[in-house]
């Protein structure tokens, strides 16, 4: 008789899986070595150019690693389903999500304040956020989520009074974290942004966003034996930096790795020290600018 493929489906346990985005360099292509090292699972090291991740592939199984390449544009909304429609299909149960595709326009950057604002919104914080609903129902009890944030996500970063009360309400919900984003992006088309108490740094907003997406999900999942956590990993030697930082991505990459293997933190904003930090107290940065402080 044939064998009944449907119901072979059903009865069959579901591998689990880590996710790292933009795995191809820097901080996620350390993130994404340490977990192949530690992680009994697969390890998915993700990339928006097929030809570099692939090529990251190749130098972590030089290394005698295991990494499974998978082409995602988290900005590119069928990436995004294609890449889910491969979880659900081989049967996968996501353990491990590492948020870290990121972008940063620095100084000197040519691009318009708009242009600026409206990529580092939509890679940051919209495409962090679809990519991690879309994953969700593919994660139970014990899985691990780490966004990783940076310095600039901390809540002081935001000059206005009233817009940190916003981003820090405990009763803040998702639509209405996008809809506060988005009136940021307006405000940046209006010309109007530092008036309304946004600060110039379109980093700062997204990374803000980013944490205050953590705790809202936190929130909803902590029930649900999920764990949630915001990381800022260390000024890391990176293209990000220009090859500036004072950390090395791999040793940077130990907080994630360690929050996304047995996190004793849940719904924290973690230092790259390794402790939580209040989010809404005083800044945490010991150097700013060139000084310390
Ligand atoms: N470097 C630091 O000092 C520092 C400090 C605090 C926080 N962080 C955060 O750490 C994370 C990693 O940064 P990094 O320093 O490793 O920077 P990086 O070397 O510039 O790497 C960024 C990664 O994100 C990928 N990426 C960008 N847009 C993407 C998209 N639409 N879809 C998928 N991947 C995309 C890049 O892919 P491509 O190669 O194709 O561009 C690259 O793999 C970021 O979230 C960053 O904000 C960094």
Redesign the pocket.
Known sequence: MAPNLDQDKTTMSESKVAIV????????YAITQKLCEKYKGKVYLT???EV?GRNACEQLMKLGLNPTFYQ????NNESVKKFVTHIHDNNEEVEILIN?????FLKDAPESKLVQAQQTIS??FT?LVFLTEAILPFMKSGGKIVN????SGHLSRIPSEDLRKKFSSKKLTLDELKCLVSSYVEDVTADREIRKGWGASPYVVSKVAVNAYTFILHRKLASQGITVNCV?????Q????HGA?NIA?LLAANVPVQLALAPREIGQFIWHNGSAVPWGGKDPRVYIDGRHV
């Open positions: 985005t933009g795995a191809n360099k820097g901080l996620g990339s928006r150019d570099k995602l544009d988290i900005t870290n595709a990121g972008v940063l890679v940051n495409s990783i944030s940076s310095s800022h990993p260390g000024y890391v990176s293209d990000m930096t930082g991505p």
